[in-house]
């Protein structure tokens, strides 16, 4: 059971929006930045995410990151086909003192 | 750019203690606010953060981990060993280290090493 909550899968055609969500509580999501990471099967995860809504350089502004009280979301415009992934929320939890990631959310692109 | 790789056994027995270690490139883990993360991935399953080390040798470890994870550092080297005893079966998995920094609000766990599976079975 992860700490931080996320929906298993999604799923939208090539072109759309489509958003993940990320829940957590009062000691991580709720006063702590969020990050993303995506991950293609079979390699490693890249960052996609970090301090909530910023991009590293690489990551096309298709990807977008938003946070409010205890819930984070990832959206994602004009979906392309290599958007097919896995994607997985962190945090830092205060009271656990350490990283935090949600169960991950398999993204499949119709 | 920085680059990271892991590299260890790929299979342990139970009981027995892993130890990894991670090379890191195009930065010195001497480097004010750079950190090494350890993460694994057990087959098919979400990721764990499992510790990390600071340039200033600060350590974090899991909570759930702490009792059996040493995490240290050769600036020499520009090496971190992970040392995990008493394997289980349960910790089967791709274990990975990443680029991190001591500072939230930057990026963190950016970027990663391949991975290395580790296999336990007697």
């Known amino acids: 059971q992860s700490v931080l909550t996320q929906p298993p899968s999604a799923s939208e055609t090539p072109g759309q929006r489509v958003t993940i969500s990320c829940s957590g509580s009062?000691?991580?999501?709720?006063?702590?930045?969020v990050y993303w990471y995506q991950q293609v099967p079979g390699t490693a995860p890249r960052l996609l995410m970090y301090k909530n809504d910023q991009r590293p350089s690489g990551v096309p502004d298709r990807f977008s990151g938003s946070k409010s009280g205890t819930s984070a979301s990832l959206a994602i415009s004009g979906l392309r086909s290599e958007d097919e992934a896995n994607y997985y929320c962190a945090a830092w939890d205060d009271s656990l003192g350490g990283w935090v990631f949600g169960g991950g959310t398999k993204l499949t692109v119709l | 750019q920085i680059t990271l790789k892991e590299s260890g056994p790929a299979l342990v027995k139970p009981t027995q203690t892993l130890t990894l270690t991670c090379t890191l490139s195009g930065v010195s883990l001497s480097t004010s606010g750079v950190g090494v993360g350890w993460l694994r991935q057990p087959p098919g399953k979400a990721l764990e953060w499992l510790g990390t080390i600071y340039w200033n040798d600060d350590k974090r470890y899991s909570p759930s981990l702490k009792n059996r994870l040493t995490i240290t550092k050769d600036t020499s080297k520009n090496q971190v060993v992970l040392t995990m005893i008493n394997l289980d079966l349960v910790d089967t998995a791709t274990y990975y280290c990443?680029?991190?920094?001591?500072?939230?609000?930057?990026?963190?766990?950016?970027?990663w090493g391949r991975g290395t599976l580790v296999i336990v079975s007697s």
């Open positions: 990443a680029h991190s920094k001591f500072w939230f609000g930057e990026p963190q766990f950016d970027p």
């Open positions: 009062s000691s991580n999501l709720g006063y702590n930045y």
